[in-house]
């Protein structure tokens, strides 16, 4: 024989006793047991406090009626979403190193010193996993070791593989000193991904260094153009973005917006 007792509903009291001990979290799914308890659980009464506690700049006391109208648990709900898209993690980029050339050309007003094209995958990658690539054995030389400064152009493009696309990352002049133990450092401001205008700042630099060393053939000393690098710079923190984040900002340029 079973006994069948009805189910009583929790005073009101009782519910909004035990609301107070309760999470948002929590208190957000009790409110979808049922239409009373929506109403207990979603009150002003619980949701004012947590809702100053964790988003205080969402609470208007000077507005008036034009923002009081917006329950607190709903003013909760908009700050709890902001708040994780600010730390949400971007997705994967489309683009990887494997689909990119780097050419790079290095000249004076008299000659060219040095054209590199290298595929990404040829690059000597960063141990700490940062968008600064190494391109070594560039095997320019200066027929003398007398220190000479000169005046310089530098161009750097990223060609998507096929000559799908081209982005320039650098296009810039300045002086290098050729001698041994020397460092040319060139930085240019990169462009706003499309979705601003010009006028927005991107905060990161393309970011090129010159290494230059000594060598002696037949008794004749020889400066030696030993190593270059690329990256990508923020200025924010004055550091290396990520090989990612590198490629994310690229794939802006480079890869065509679905429609």
Known sequence: MSLNFPIKTPPWEVLALVAHYL??????????????????????????????????????????????HVPY???????????????????????????????????????????????????????????????DNVNYECSSMVAVLEDVKITWNVVLSGWKGVFTMMDCEGKVSFSPGAEGWFSEELPSPGCCSGAVASGVVADLKLGFCSRRESGVGKVKVDKVSVGILSIVNWRYVSVDDGLRYLQHFLVPCDD
């Open 23 to 68: 999470d948002p979290k929590t208190l957000a799914i009790a409110s979808c047991v049922c239409k009373y308890w929506f109403i207990s659980m979603s009150s002003d009464y619980l949701w004012k406090p947590i809702c100053n506690t964790h988003f205080p700049n969402l609470h208007f006391t000077d507005l008036g009626e034009q923002v009081h």
């Open 73 to 135: 648990h709903r003013l909760y709900a908009i700050g709890h979403t902001a708040a994780k898209r600010r730390v949400r993690t971007p997705c994967k980029p489309k683009l990887s190193l494997n689909n990119l050339i780097f050419i790079i050309n290095i000249r004076t007003k008299s000659s060219n010193i040095v054209t590199i094209a290298k595929p990404g995958e040829e690059l000597i990658f960063d141990p700490n996993g940062v968008f600064k690539f190494d391109v």
